[in-house]
């Protein structure tokens, strides 16, 4: 494996989307201290940049953060150099799909229930999506990782972020589900009405 390779930073400001917006990156981590997904990434934000930098190919498209980005947006509205996170890291992950590279089971696993629960409810149901990737592997597994995300159970519900009873589809779903529809068939390559 090559753990080093000079040209990937000129790699990914000529052919991710919003590649060449990493020059502004100042390193200063506001964009890691404020990401809600911090703890599961292998590596934050500002870490995926410094590895482009310093030129680390495999590490950053095999990343699982760049494919774990949920576009809440927030260090979008805190980078102090206004660059467009998300967008980098979402132009990183359609990289790295078109590369060849496999998100990784447990992160695939986390994506396909979040699209699914945006579509059917327009919404997150904070019980609901762990509860399904928990146990995708298994009772014990289940088991396992809901104890030790325990904490973070009690504190979202303390915040009334999560709800005992099931979350209820949004207003308007049905023309979300379109807009969602649409930007599907233009990923595919299909053409915008
Ligand atoms: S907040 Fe902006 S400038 Fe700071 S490390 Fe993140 S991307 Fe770079
Ligand atoms: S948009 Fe993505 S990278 Fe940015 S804070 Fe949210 S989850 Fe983290």
Redesign the pocket.
């Known amino acids: 494996m090559a753990a080093y390779e000079p040209s990937f930073s000129q790699e990914v400001f000529g052919n991710v989307d919003f590649g060449e917006e990493i020059k502004?990156?100042?390193?200063?981590?506001?964009?890691?201290g404020s990401c809600p997904l911090r703890d599961h990434m292998d590596y934050p934000?500002?870490q995926i940049?410094s590895l482009i930098r310093a030129g680390k190919r495999e590490e950053v498209l095999s990343s699982n953060a760049i494919m774990l980005c949920t576009s809440c947006y927030t260090?979008v509205v805190?980078?102090?150099?206004n660059?467009p996170?998300m967008d980098v890291m979402h132009g990183l992950a359609h990289y790295a799909l078109k590369q060849g590279y496999v998100p990784r089971k447990d992160t695939a696993n986390f994506g396909r229930e979040f699209w699914n629960q945006v579509y059917k409810l327009g919404r997150i149901d904070e019980k609901d999506l762990p509860r399904r990737v928990f146990f995708a592997d298994g009772l014990v597994n289940g088991i396992k990782s809901t104890l030790n995300f325990m904490d973070v159970g009690i504190k979202l519900f303390l915040h009334g972020r999560m709800k005992l009873l099931p979350e209820k589809k949004i207003k308007g779903i049905q023309s979300l589900r379109k807009m969602i529809d649409k930007a599907e068939k233009m990923g595919k390559g299909g053409a915008a009405a």
Do not use: E, L, S
């Open positions: 502004m990156c100042m390193q200063c981590g506001v964009c890691a934000p500002r940049f260090c805190k980078c102090p150099r660059i996170v």
